[in-house]
């Protein structure tokens, strides 16, 4: 336990708050999934509804809270950190990017091809 | 940890030995990576779904349609409430976790026990409800039929309510199907359960009711499933059914692509898995603690340990949520 017994506070507060946050989004994710508000269902970004951008973006900032929070990885160093959180991204974006535009493709050629699958 | 670490009198030197970099313990260390390779397999699974997603953009089942029960609530409709409720068990053990761990730092045993017991507890209540959801997913609820493509057609009112395929049957009680099992068989192969009611019966069913139409997995502009005429309806039901899906399996998915079905198994289940695994963990640590192992250890680290892994399970959760069920 290098980061010290000595200055161990009680965060009980903060613990609390961080759980207030989180629930508040999740509620906010679940309201705008049932109404969903027409104008973030019409508009796209990037080929994508604004609504699930929405929806991602929220998901990231309750991961962020997650794993800074929770998990205390705002207390390790930051070469821990960085080893965890950038490799992780840098991957998982990588893969997401490859396979979505592949997943896009085989849509189109589904779409524009001569194979005739709705029978 | 010092006590694991042989002292060699070269301390104060740089490579002396001894050295921490990274300020943290080995099996604390460790627990991050393991962690962040799990979070890669998650991710690889859940790309995959994306990649299957965006293959199938125009033709997805719809998610709130999928996954709206919510216990001693039947038949109301309840999109996404249950899983809502679902995120916050976790995200609250996930608390009560946290809190073992703050107590642990203080060294403060019987609030240590107390928050353990509650995460533990949070555990099972998220797996048991994950059972409920997957009970609800399998047996289904309308039914459909299935083309000879493998496409599924589902039954709508002219509101555009789906219709079960219970209320659309007229039963003939002369014609009884026998399921054939494997005693009877050369090849002692058993056939299949059979469908509550024969492809004859719904189509004999659906042309006595005008008011019945067939609804397509294709989406339209606005997002919601392609309504067929009354005529492309017939024509469909007689020209292209060739059985009945109640349910959904491996092979055969009564709200739409089979894909859908496969990945829903193997991504909730795979985390289910880690749910399951990690209230065992817990279980383990929550013994040790309440035997005073960590007392006597004079510090609470494998609680931190197992609570790292605990909030990682919700952090897979918060992506499963969002792309399974609000995407």
Redesign the interface.
């Known amino acids: 336990?290098?980061?010290d017994?000595a200055h161990?506070e009680?965060?009980?507060g903060k613990?609390?708050k961080?759980?207030i946050l989180?629930?508040v989004v999740?509620?906010v994710?679940?309201i705008l999934?049932?109404i969903k508000p027409a104008f973030l269902?019409d508009t796209t970004f990037i080929s994508m509804k604004l609504l699930?951008w929405i929806?991602?973006i929220?998901?990231i900032y309750?991961?962020y809270y997650?794993?800074w929070?929770?998990?205390?990885m705002d207390g390790?160093?930051k070469?821990?950190r960085r080893s965890?959180v950038w490799?992780?991204i840098f991957?998982?974006c990588y893969?997401?990017f490859i396979?979505?535009t592949?997943?896009?493709y085989?849509?189109e050629v589904?779409?524009a091809g001569y194979k005739?699958?709705?029978? | 940890m010092e006590t694991a670490v042989t002292k060699t009198g070269t301390e104060d030197k740089i490579w002396g030995g001894g050295n921490?970099?990274?300020?943290?313990?080995y099996g604390k260390?460790m627990m991050?990576?393991f962690?962040?390779s799990d979070?890669?397999t998650f991710?690889?699974f859940l790309?995959?779904y994306?990649?299957?997603?965006?293959?199938?953009?125009?033709s997805w089942p719809i998610a709130?349609e999928v996954f709206n029960h919510f216990p001693f609530l039947h038949g109301v409709d309840a999109?996404?409430?249950y899983v809502?409720l679902m995120?916050?068990i976790l995200?609250?053990s996930?608390?009560t976790?946290?809190?073992a761990?703050?107590a642990g730092?203080?060294m403060k045993q019987k609030k240590v026990i107390l928050y353990m017991f509650l995460t533990i507890i949070g555990g099972f209540i998220f797996v048991g409800s994950q059972a409920w959801e997957w009970k609800n997913f399998i047996k289904g609820e309308y039914g459909a039929l299935e083309?000879?493509?493998g496409?599924i057609l589902q039954f709508v009112d002219t509101d555009g309510h789906r219709v079960a395929l219970k209320d659309i049957a007229i039963v003939n009680t002369h014609n009884e199907r026998v399921q054939h099992e494997n005693k009877n068989g050369v090849w002692y192969d058993k056939e299949k359960v059979l469908p509550a009611f024969s492809v004859e019966e719904i189509k004999a069913g659906f042309s006595k009711n005008k008011d019945l139409l067939l609804r397509?997995q294709?989406l339209t502009e606005k997002?919601a499933k392609t309504i067929l005429t009354r005529e492309e309806s017939l024509k469909r039901l007689n020209g292209?059914v060739i059985g009945i899906v109640e349910g959904a399996n491996m092979v055969h998915n009564e709200y739409g692509n089979p894909l859908f079905a496969n990945f829903f198994f193997f991504i909730t289940g795979f985390h289910g898995f880690h749910v399951f695994s990690g209230v065992i963990i817990n279980i383990i640590i929550f013994i040790n603690v309440i035997l005073g192992t960590y007392e006597k250890r004079k510090?609470y680290?494998m609680v931190e340990k197992v609570?790292?892994y605990w909030?990682?399970v919700?952090?897979v959760w918060?992506?499963v949520?969002?792309f399974f069920?609000?995407?």
């Open positions: 336990m290098a980061h017994i161990h009680s965060n009980t613990i609390w961080v759980f989180l629930s999740t509620i994710e679940v999934g049932i269902i699930n929806f991602i929220l998901t309750k991961a997650i794993t929070s929770f998990m205390h390790e160093t070469g821990l965890v490799t992780g991957l998982i893969l997401i396979l979505l592949e997943g896009d085989v849509y589904f779409r005739s699958w709705d029978f | 921490e970099p990274l300020k943290v313990s260390m991050w990576f962690i962040l979070a890669l991710s690889g790309a995959a994306g990649f299957s997603r965006f293959k199938f953009i125009n709130d999109p996404m409430y809502a995120t916050f995200i609250f996930s608390v976790m946290v809190l761990v703050d730092h203080h083309t000879k493509g496409q397509t294709i997002g292209d510090n680290e609570g790292l909030h990682f919700d952090l918060v992506f949520f969002t069920y609000l995407v």
